[in-house]
């Protein structure tokens, strides 16, 4: 398993402005996940975070809006720039954990739920 | 890319009575198929997987089977408690795909 700590949990943003969310692993993993869940809906993949390299990102999402950054194994932020009412959502880090004869579980982090006014 | 559909949206059963959330999952290559439950107000968890050279898997009331064939999985839940009130997801990954490809929920209301 993994413990992720993420901060902040919650914010409330005014529109135009940008927020960054950090995510905290107490292990090292390759890759770490950052998903959107907008209210009452199901978790859509932003961007694959790699240590070393530029962030992989899915369709709809660009790296001007959603910058990341991956500076080592543990850590990761996302940021949510030029912030908008549609950006109103909660944003959650996951990692998968590899064990013996183990695909992989996803693990997630409480997630941050930004509000934006 | 994969696409996974999820039904139904929601469902309402009595205590101790089964229910059943159906997923169907449209890349062939896909291998691993987990299912998270997701409280109100927490982070999705997982409760049971299955990967495809499995047909069936139970983890006391909670089973889940795979029809690769068929391309589609599902969740069993027995003897339902109101606990087990909460949103369900499915997903999928494989193939060349790293990715979870997620279902779009099903909120289970176990009513007393």
């Known amino acids: 398993s993994a413990v992720i700590s993420q901060k902040p949990s919650r914010d409330i943003c005014q529109r135009g402005t940008s927020l960054t969310i950090q995510c905290q692993v107490d292990?090292?993993?390759?890759?770490m996940f950052w998903y959107r869940q907008q209210p009452g809906q199901s978790l859509t993949l932003i961007a694959t975070?790699?240590?070393?390299?530029?962030?992989?990102?899915e369709s709809g999402f660009v790296i001007d809006k959603f910058p990341i950054s991956r500076p080592n194994l543990t850590f990761s932020t996302l940021t949510v720039s030029n912030m908008s009412p549609e950006d109103s959502s909660i944003y959650l880090c996951?990692?998968?954990?590899?064990?013996?004869?183990?695909?992989?579980?996803?693990?997630f982090g409480e997630g941050s739920r930004l509000t934006v006014l | 890319g994969e696409n996974v559909e999820q039904h139904p949206s929601t469902l309402s059963v009595q205590e101790g009575d089964s229910a059943v959330i159906k997923c169907t999952y449209s890349?062939?290559?896909?291998?691993?198929f987990p299912w998270y439950k997701q409280e109100l107000g927490k982070r999705p968890q997982l409760i049971i997987d299955?990967?495809?050279?499995?047909g069936e898997k139970k983890d006391q009331r909670i089973a889940v089977t795979l029809n690769k064939t068929a391309k589609h999985f599902s969740l069993h839940i027995t003897e339902t408690q109101p606990e087990d009130s909460a949103v369900y997801f499915c997903?999928?990954?494989?193939?060349?795909?790293?990715?979870?490809?997620f279902g779009k929920g099903t909120l289970l209301t176990v009513n007393p």
């Open positions: 996951s990692v998968e954990t590899r064990g013996a004869g183990n695909t992989g579980e996803l693990f």
């Open positions: 292990s090292q993993v390759t890759m």
């Open positions: 975070a790699n240590q070393g390299s530029e962030a992989t990102y």
């Open positions: 890349d062939s290559a896909s291998n691993y």
């Open positions: 299955i990967r495809s050279n499995v």
């Open positions: 997903a999928a990954k494989g193939g060349s795909n790293y990715k979870l490809t």
